[in-house]
């Protein structure tokens, strides 16, 4: 049996060459018992049913855990907006250990709920890191990661109407015909505008069996534009829409 260890042992020796060593971002909000942000307000992360036992020399704790699969940061499979899509546990691996993209926009979003990513936003981008790596996964940075926890300023109402930013329909469909896409990360609650009622970048990725990664802890982090590793750890729910991830983020550095 190939175990974690093995894969990451071989991705880092891979991806580190001699005389270089990894930084390592942990990209994902931790969950906390009832305040983890979910899209509804009805629903939320919870811990129940404690088992505790504190007999001398013989103590542990055990407890019991309900979710949505949508809440807090995870991954939305293709099965999520596509009936033909891949459920969670059909993601093939290699899907999961890709080239990271770093689209930072938070200067010019600067707290606007309603704005949109364009196509002209990543034409822009690739003008100046070159074009996109294959087999990546791009996390758009809007500056939002930081209002996590707080939902009145996270989704910018505590209920509907929601306002967020999100990508545009050119910008989605740009990116599922550049065919050098695995997966598409935000650091907001949607990659659609909280706003949308069409939810055009859900159903564009989806229908070319791309993933998405929601909530996205982009805040406190240095992530350059490009020239990093990612690996997303979906848990495995068979069947699943979507699930919890951890994602981490391995950048390079060279000995002098």
Known sequence: MVTWHFIFAVFFAMTVPKRAHATVFDLTHGYRNYTTTCWSSQEHFKVFDQILNTEPNNWYVSESISLSEHCGTHLDAPFHFNPDGWKLDEIPIERLFVEGVHVNVSSEVNGNGDFLLTADHLKAWETINGPLPYRCVILVNFGWAHKFGDRQSYYGSS??????????????????????????????????????????AHKIFAKKNLYNLENVALNGTSLPSRGFKLIVQPIKIIGGTGGPARIFALIRRYES
């Not at 329909?169 to 949308?196: E, R, Y």
């Open 159 to 200: 209920e509907s109407p929601k306002r967020c930013p999100g990508l545009s329909k050119d910008a989605s469909q740009w990116i599922a015909d550049s065919g050098k896409v695995f997966g598409i990360g935000v650091d907001g609650p949607t990659i659609d505008a909280c706003n949308s009622s069409s939810f055009d």
